[in-house]
């Protein structure tokens, strides 16, 4: 949100903003790995061969992908660029 906008909130509208966001995401965890799980069912059943990398290997893919996420972040807002990943311990 945008903090000028935020900061025209009610204090009180913003504590119970910040509140519900905080139960929603506690609760999108369970919700979010249940989902994963269905569409891994669902892929298997159409035919989809699921593949288990090496751990060395699948290190390096995950790094890669966050590096590649970062990069485009850090294009799109690097005001906050470093600030992000320092709070995210990047």
């Not at 369970?30 to 593949?51: D, I």
Request: charged share 30%.
């Amino acid at each position: 949100m945008n903090l000028a906008k935020w900061n025209t909130i009610p204090k009180r509208t913003q504590d119970k903003l910040l509140k519900a966001i905080e139960e929603a995401e506690y609760d999108m965890v369970p919700h979010y790995l249940n989902l994963c799980k269905q569409e891994r069912e669902t892929a298997v059943k159409a035919g989809v061969t699921l593949l288990e990398l090496p751990p060395d290997e699948a290190k390096w893919y995950v790094d890669i992908a966050y590096e590649a996420d970062w990069e485009f972040q850090k294009a799109k807002t690097t005001v906050h660029y470093d600030a992000l990943r320092k709070a995210l311990g990047f």
